[in-house]
């Protein structure tokens, strides 16, 4: 069946780091991509989404693109700021459009001044 | 705007008794799905209303649980005879449509303690 593994957390930086969360899936088909955010204290957001191989996700500077050589879907951010300290989560939805979303465990990110 | 409303934001409640959580979508959006986020854990599929009728509850775990849409709008999560494994943070999410072109909107969820 369909599900995503996410790197394990949680993951601590300094402010202006560069970020990566490892994201890789396995589906049958052509899933769409998904990264989630859930701030404290808040519902999850939708942070960027790619629907197709090779599509560049981007949000905030955040950005992730849909690698399906590697079955990956890696989120990255160039200069981490104090404000992006959250939970992170990958999520696959199947080729059906069910919108059956299926997420991975998510990574707590925590940035430091 | 109103975004999706969940209430109450925390219920507490005792190994058998029967709660019911709420969810208020956003105006207009046809499909309404309910996950179960565990301690550490991604959300979970529940169920999937399309309109009024149930499309997919094939994430419902057992028979205790049963969720109802009768207007198209407001939703209703019951649990019957509650586990102490029942305990979760509880989300409602609406979208306008179905599919992927149509992003869910998820709510701050509810977080159930059973004692």
């Known amino acids: 069946g369909d599900s995503v593994t996410q790197m394990e957390g949680p993951v601590t930086l300094s402010e202006e780091a560069f970020l990566t969360i490892n994201c890789t899936y396995t589906a049958t088909g052509y899933p769409s991509l998904f990264w989630y955010v859930q701030y404290p204290g808040e519902g999850l957001q939708l942070l960027l989404k790619a629907t197709k191989a090779d599509d560049k996700g981007s949000n905030k500077g955040f950005e992730a693109t849909y690698r399906k050589e590697t079955t990956s879907f890696h989120l990255e951010k160039g200069s981490v700021q104090v404000s992006d300290s959250a939970v992170y989560f990958c999520a696959l939805l199947d080729q059906t459009g069910a919108n059956n979303l299926f997420f991975g465990t998510g990574t707590r990110l925590t940035v430091i001044p | 705007g109103a975004g999706v409303s969940q209430t109450p934001s925390n219920k507490v409640t005792e190994k058998g008794k029967y709660v019911e959580l709420r969810c208020d979508p956003i105006s207009g959006h046809t499909a309404l799905y309910w996950y179960r986020q565990s301690l550490g854990q991604g959300p979970e599929f529940l169920i999937y209303?399309?309109?009024?009728?149930?499309?997919?509850d094939s994430g419902l775990p057992n028979d205790r649980f049963f969720a109802v849409r009768p207007e198209g709008s407001v939703s209703t999560l019951k649990i019957q005879r509650t586990e102490r494994g029942d305990s979760a943070v509880y989300l409602c999410?609406?979208?306008?449509?179905?599919?992927?072109?149509?992003?869910?909107?998820f709510g701050n969820g509810t977080r159930l303690t059973v004692t």
């Open positions: 209303f399309q309109g009024t009728g149930a499309a997919d």
């Open positions: 999410a609406s979208s306008r449509n179905r599919g992927k072109n149509s992003p869910l909107h």
